[in-house]
Every structure is written in structure tokens, then in C-alpha cells.
């Protein structure tokens, strides 16, 4: 049986930002469900970030003050939970969506056929915090800063309307290998300004996350989520799993690449859907 893929967003992005990819799947005969997390998709936007009334878009409350990486979790778990009566779900993550991938796998492994992480992150030893202090991470300069201090909103505020040239040269530099200035600006109209200032501290579980299969796709060109980190989660994941290494492929594109242009992100996913045949 065909399993459908259970697609989890990084941060500020909704289940919009898989659009090309769920087209591709299509194509190859795939079922996919993009995630809306708690508090994305609408309730981000108002008339004063629509209209760039800055001094008004800094005082507002914002929507994901409270939101936390366990409303994230239940929620998804409830989706895939609905999923599952249809057949196996693998459960894909980019960047940041990498965290409640984890965390519903150390839930419910036996509702998964498989997890995936696309550059996503994968906390084996450590803490989110623990490893961007490591020499594998290094961060990026994309000049953007958040409109207030998340302190004072309860969540992190981006405005991603920026006209700023020097910040869309930063995003482009950072978030692509080859994308153009067009495709960024496109892709930032789909964000939400808001994200929860709380992606959970939950590490992989050998006994539970350990018994899914796995893969993570490396993006060798990407920037905003270096090759060194993402290798060292590979590395350590594997360590602790060795009976259950991760599937891990390549592509040579940069951390919002296979969201622009999906052709090889489906095949790979694509491929795991054969492992998943008659899984779980």
C-alpha cells in the first residue's frame, strides 16, 4: 500500500511552502498532506504588516505568543493519527519542522512508516542551543533582525515584506544555490511573520524514534543550515542507532531549493515510498 506523505514546514513557513513539492509527488502518483503548525497559515497576517505600518505591526500581540513546541507535537500526532486509517504515513520535515518530526516519532513510532529530514533538524546529544554553539554551525548573515524583541511579543517577529536590497541579496546568498531574487520574494510573501520562541528539547529516543526507519536528505550548498551540522546529526544519530542507520542522499542545492524546484526531492521521496510498502 501506498503511503501518504505527512509534510511538516520549517520556521514561519506553512504547509504553502510545499506546494511544488506536492505537485511533484502528484505526478509520481503520491498522496501528501502539507501541515498547517498551531497558529500558521492566517492568524500570522494584519492590516498593519500587510500594510507596512511598521510602528503598528511592533506593537500588536502576535498570534504564536503561547504556542508551544508541544502544540506542535499534539497536533501533528493527531494528524497522522487520521492519516494512518488510510494506510502508512511517512513523516517529512524541513529545517526547523526537524524538531516535531523527532518528537512524534519518539510518540508514536508505530504510526510511522519512515521519517525524513530535508536539512531539518535532528537532536541526538543535544539541545537546539548546545549544538549552534558547536564549530559545525555557523551562522548565517541575512541582515534581517527581529521587529521587536521576542521577549516583549512572547514570539519571534519577522518582516519578510522587506524591500531592503541588501537583505533579499542576503536571503538569496543564504537560503539558495542558484535561486533569483524573484523566487525569494515569492517564497518570503508565503511566510508567516510570526514563529514560537519554543522548538522543545526532546532528543532522539533509540527505544522509540530508533525503531523508524529513517532518511535525511543533505543539502550540500546549503548555508543557512551547514553541511557540517547537518553530517554531525547523520553522524551521531547513526552512533546511537546503528542496527538502524539513516538513508541518507544528496542534492546539491541550498536550503529553499527543493522547495522552489522539487523534481529531485520527489524522487527521493518517491523512493522511500517503496520502502514503506507494506510497513507498519
Known sequence: MQPTFVLVPGSHATGRCFTALQRELALRGHRSLAVDLPGHGSAGFSVAYQAQDHAAFAEEPSPMAGITHADNVAHVIDLVRRVREHGPVVLVGHSRGGFTVTSVANAVPDLLARTVYIAAWCCVTGTAADYLATPAFSAPDTGLVPV??????????????????????????????DGTDAEVVAFTSALDPGESRDAGTDLVDPAAWGRVPHTYVRLTEDASMPLALQD???EEADALTSDNPFDVHSLPVGHIDPL???????????GTADYSEGAR
Open 232 to 234: 554531525h546529526f547523520i
Open 148 to 177: 521587536v524583541g521576542p521577549e516583549r511579543l512572547g514570539a519571534v517577529r519577522m518582516n519578510w515584506r522587506t524591500t531592503d536590497p541588501a537583505h533579499l541579496t542576503a536571503l538569496n546568498r543564504d537560503w539558495t544555490a
Open 260 to 270: 522552489l524546484r522539487s523534481t529531485g526531492l520527489a524522487e527521493i521521496l518517491a
